[in-house]
């Protein structure tokens, strides 16, 4: 069966610091890949997605950066992170012969 | 430009009643329109829709969709404490993008 994994699911770290956050997705093969962000009580915003290796289109120009450098593994970056990169990011698979959407557990980012 | 719009943003009613959420949506080369309930964590399935005018259900919850005026709703009949939750739609269109709405906020009161 098709797992997601993302890691870590909380973070908390200082301004100007970099941040590396990993998603990884088992039991499938080229699948389509998703980076969202998320305030508090609010929908999802759309920041980075994959349809396969090394592809990455991004949706709201910003502090953040993705990178696939596996079939099956989705990077989500920043060489100096902000106040207002806080917030909750999920990753999200969709299977490329199925439209239904497949979640990490989400990861709580707060700079401080 | 790819859209979600879902209405009302939050929503507050009592155990028992019935709820009608909307979601309309703008879309090239539509795929499938998707709704997720989130209460903590990550979001949780609800219904896929890729035809028009079928209803899918599930219990206390069903969902339609009308591509001709492109939008969905979904309904909660009888509602309970534990629904209260961020309900997500999502559409899917050109390269496989997943365009997320705001999301409508319920809160269930006993």
């Known amino acids: 069966s098709q797992t997601i994994h993302q890691w870590p699911a909380t973070l908390v770290q200082p301004v100007g610091s970099p941040l590396s956050l990993e998603c990884t997705v088992e039991?499938?093969?080229?699948?389509?890949l998703y980076w969202y962000r998320q305030a508090a009580g609010r929908g999802l915003q759309l920041l980075f997605y994959s349809v396969g290796i090394g592809q990455i289109s991004s949706e709201v120009p910003q502090n953040l950066s993705a990178s696939r450098p596996q079939d099956r593994q989705f990077i989500l970056s920043s060489k100096k992170l902000l106040l207002s990169d806080s917030g909750f990011y999920l990753c999200?698979?969709?299977?490329?012969?199925?439209?239904?959407?497949?979640f990490g557990q989400g990861t709580r980012l707060t700079v401080v | 430009e790819d859209k979600v719009v879902q209405s009302p943003l939050s929503l507050v009613v009592h155990e028992g009643d019935t709820v009608t959420l909307n979601c309309s949506y703008e879309v090239t080369n539509f795929r499938s329109l998707l709704w997720y309930k989130q209460e903590k964590k990550a979001p949780t399935f609800l219904f896929m829709l890729?035809?028009?005018?079928i209803e899918k259900k599930s219990g206390r919850l069903s969902s339609i969709l009308d591509k001709k005026e492109l939008f969905s709703i979904l309904n909660i009949t009888a509602t309970q404490t534990g629904d209260s939750a961020i309900y997500l739609c999502a559409h899917t269109g050109a390269n496989s993008k997943l365009t997320f709405g705001k999301g409508i906020t319920l809160s269930v009161r006993p």
């Open positions: 999200a698979w969709v299977d490329s012969s199925n439209t239904e959407a497949f």
């Open positions: 039991g499938t093969s080229n699948p389509n």
């Open positions: 890729t035809s028009s005018g």
